[in-house]
């Protein structure tokens, strides 16, 4: 079975047409499901993320990462908000968030103001999800309609953390089967993947790029030299020397969600390697054709970003689904 997963993912990604939809008719979500218990919820969000990110831009960031991390492990769900108990173990000690993943605190903020208006009502799986797109709009990214309805779990799995997230070093054929998994196609993945335009990373993610083949994929680019040479000043090579030090992962408008990311890859100056597979590597036929697109047509980019959120944010749990909460505190079930 796994093989021929594996036949059919390579068998994609040669194929310029490939596509997959995950049919939306039968999802229970709607548009309108807090029309009549919290009409303010849509409202409410949207004031407190105008602040949160007028504080920090790279706010907008950090709540897009925590909707993303937290629908690749059992639906969107609000699983990833989840602290340990003695009962329940979480997914934020897991190996792709630990020490990477942040935003807890601004749910809790807006959770905060929810439950003063509309006390039980609002999800943190929704409010996650909401809170996401408007992220994406204040710092100059598209605006899509948000289908709400979704349920909190009252599990999380380190292990799905573990396993079902991409990591930066991670190889083109498995993130893209990881894609799959979520019933998320190719071309989804790379407008997906252009989300790091506004973000940040860390030198222990992109050491060993900048230490590997980042001159090969740039082409010995004088300009290009000079990036690295500040790369290699912000992450020495050693492990265990400024593995925490962060820089922008799209260095010509850090801030601003646009295409500048594919123009990044194009000229082979990725800082993931993750990132530069979709345009460099050798299985990236179908991807380095998406790359060019959104890289020459923003709006193409930004038209298909909106469809992949969607489409990401309709992977629910279907066991919260039939007996998920709301919870009161997003960090814990209700007791």
């Given at each position: 079975?796994?093989?021929?997963?594996?036949?059919?993912?390579?068998?994609?990604?040669f194929?310029?047409?490939?596509?997959?939809?995950?049919?939306?008719?039968d999802?229970?979500?709607?548009?309108?499901y807090?029309?009549?218990?919290?009409?303010?919820?849509?409202?409410l969000i949207?004031?407190?993320?105008e602040?949160?990110?007028?504080?920090d831009?790279?706010n907008a960031?950090?709540?897009?990462?925590?909707?993303?991390?937290?629908?690749f492990?059992?639906?969107?769900d609000?699983?990833?908000?989840l602290?340990?108990?003695?009962?329940?173990?979480?997914?934020?000690?897991?190996?792709?968030?630990?020490?990477?993943?942040?935003?807890y605190?601004?749910?809790?903020?807006?959770?905060?103001?929810?439950?003063?208006?509309?006390?039980?009502i609002?999800?943190?799986?929704?409010?996650?999800?909401?809170?996401?797109?408007?992220?994406?709009i204040l710092?100059?990214g598209?605006y899509?309609?948000v289908p709400?309805?979704r349920?909190?779990?009252?599990?999380?799995?380190?292990?799905?953390?573990?396993?079902n997230?991409?990591?930066?070093?991670?190889?083109?054929?498995?993130?893209?089967?990881?894609?799959?998994?979520?019933?998320?196609?190719v071309?989804?993945?790379?407008?997906?993947?252009?989300?790091?335009?506004?973000g940040?990373?860390?030198?222990?993610?992109?050491?060993?790029?900048?230490?590997?083949?980042f001159?090969?994929?740039s082409?010995?680019?004088?300009v290009?030299?000079?990036?690295?040479g500040?790369?290699?000043?912000l992450?020495?090579?050693?492990?265990?020397?400024?593995?925490?030090?962060?820089?922008?992962?799209d260095?010509?408008?850090?801030?601003?969600?646009?295409?500048?990311?594919?123009?990044?890859?194009l000229?082979?100056?990725?800082?993931?390697?993750?990132d530069?597979?979709?345009y460099?590597?050798?299985?990236?036929?179908q991807t380095?054709?998406?790359?060019?697109?959104y890289?020459?047509?923003?709006?193409?980019f930004?038209?298909?970003f909106?469809?992949?959120?969607v489409k990401?944010?309709?992977i629910?749990?279907s066991?919260?689904?039939?007996d998920?909460?709301?919870?009161?505190?997003?960090?814990?079930?209700?007791?």
């Amino acid at each position: 079975m796994k093989l021929l997963l594996v036949i059919f993912i390579i068998h994609a990604i040669f194929i310029p047409c490939f596509s997959f939809d995950v049919p939306g008719k039968d999802l229970p979500l709607t548009l309108d499901y807090y029309k009549s218990t919290c009409p303010t919820v849509f409202d409410l969000i949207k004031k407190e993320m105008e602040c949160i990110v007028k504080e920090d831009p790279r706010n907008a960031a950090i709540v897009i990462r925590l909707h993303f991390h937290d629908c690749f492990v059992q639906g969107c769900d609000a699983s990833v908000l989840l602290d340990e108990t003695e009962t329940l173990q979480g997914e934020k000690k897991a190996s792709p968030n630990i020490n990477s993943l942040k935003g807890y605190k601004i749910v809790d903020r807006i959770k905060n103001i929810i439950e003063s208006e509309c006390p039980g009502i609002v999800s943190c799986a929704d409010l996650l999800t909401i809170s996401a797109r408007d992220a994406t709009i204040l710092v100059g990214g598209p605006y899509w309609d948000v289908p709400v309805g979704r349920k909190d779990s009252k599990t999380a799995s380190y292990e799905l953390a573990t396993t079902n997230l991409p990591t930066p070093e991670e190889g083109l054929v498995s993130i893209i089967s990881k894609f799959y998994y979520q019933g998320l196609s190719v071309e989804d993945m790379v407008a997906l993947s252009g989300a790091h335009t506004i973000g940040k990373a860390q030198c222990r993610n992109f050491r060993s790029r900048i230490y590997g083949d980042f001159r090969v994929t740039s082409a010995l680019n004088p300009v290009s030299e000079t990036y690295l040479g500040s790369l290699r000043e912000l992450c020495p090579e050693s492990s265990g020397e400024g593995d925490s030090n962060v820089t922008a992962m799209d260095n010509v408008t850090p801030n601003l969600f646009d295409n500048s990311i594919y123009h990044t890859l194009l000229r082979g100056e990725g800082l993931l390697s993750s990132d530069q597979e979709m345009y460099t590597s050798m299985f990236g036929i179908q991807t380095r054709r998406i790359v060019s697109k959104y890289a020459e047509d923003q709006v193409a980019f930004f038209e298909q970003f909106s469809k992949s959120m969607v489409k990401m944010g309709n992977i629910l749990n279907s066991k919260s689904l039939v007996d998920g909460e709301v919870r009161r505190n997003c960090r814990f079930v209700n007791t």
